[in-house]
């Protein structure tokens, strides 16, 4: 298994509560991706790293920031969490896009806004 | 928005029998690709296929793509229980990511 961490697995907070998920990757690849999951919605892309400090925004990048000051960590923050929020967030891992540009998933991060 | 359809949204077979799920997309595409997720669980990737291939095979797993339709092919034949997942197309429009469908549940039924 590739060596992906999240963390934390589970939340539940509160709406206008900032929230910071991480992902923690071992395998030295350039591109890290944040992608939540929703019923009826597949997975879609909120932020993606491309490297070190660089970053690029998603589908659905309203609400989130990121940051990413190591190769081996990309924070995912929610500065005032809503409701619209609440869904299963994924991270994943890639050496390089295109023609093998497999991705690796962590397991998830459940956020619960109430 | 790019992201592409699937078809059925679910899907209940009996043990052994072949499972056909398809995959939409709406503008041109370097590859595509097939994950499966089993339940609470990160995504894995099945297999790829490029723009200029029309079929490849991995093991159970036959995918077939049609450029002209904008369209895919995921077979699994000989089902087991341990296929029961969900499965996903992702597209890579050379952009650096890649954007996935909607997902086809898959049942086996032992």
């Known amino acids: 298994d590739a060596g992906i961490t999240q963390s934390p697995r589970h939340k539940v907070t509160e709406t206008g509560t900032p929230v910071t998920l991480r992902c923690h990757q071992t395998?030295?690849?350039?591109?890290m991706y944040w992608y939540r999951q929703d019923p009826g919605h597949g997975l879609r892309l909120i932020h993606y790293s491309y490297g070190v400090k660089d970053t690029d925004k998603g589908e659905v990048s309203d609400g989130y920031s990121v940051s990413r000051s190591k190769t081996e960590d990309f924070l995912l923050t929610l500065e005032s969490a809503t409701s619209s929020q609440t869904s299963v967030y994924f991270c994943?891992?890639?050496?390089?896009?295109?023609?093998?540009?497999?991705?690796?998933f962590g397991e998830g991060s459940r956020l619960t806004v109430l | 928005s790019q992201q592409g359809e699937e078809d059925p949204q679910a899907l209940s077979i009996q043990e052994g029998e072949n499972a056909t799920m398809n995959c939409s997309y709406k503008?041109?595409?370097?590859?595509l690709q097939w994950y499966r997720q089993n339940s609470g669980r990160g995504l894995v990737h099945l297999i790829l296929?490029?723009?200029?291939?029309r079929e490849k095979h991995s093991g159970r797993l036959r995918v077939t793509l049609d450029t002209s339709k904008k369209s895919s092919s995921l077979l699994i034949t000989a089902s087991r229980a341990a296929d029961t997942a969900s499965y996903f197309c992702?597209?890579?429009?050379?952009?650096?990511?890649?954007?996935f469908g909607t997902g086809t549940r898959l049942t086996i039924i032992p």
């Open positions: 992702a597209h890579d429009f050379g952009n650096e990511k890649l954007t």
């Open positions: 994943a891992i890639s050496p390089q896009p295109g023609d093998t540009g497999e991705l690796f």
């Open positions: 395998e030295n690849h350039r591109y």
């Open positions: 296929i490029r723009s200029n291939e």
């Open positions: 503008t041109s595409i370097n590859n």
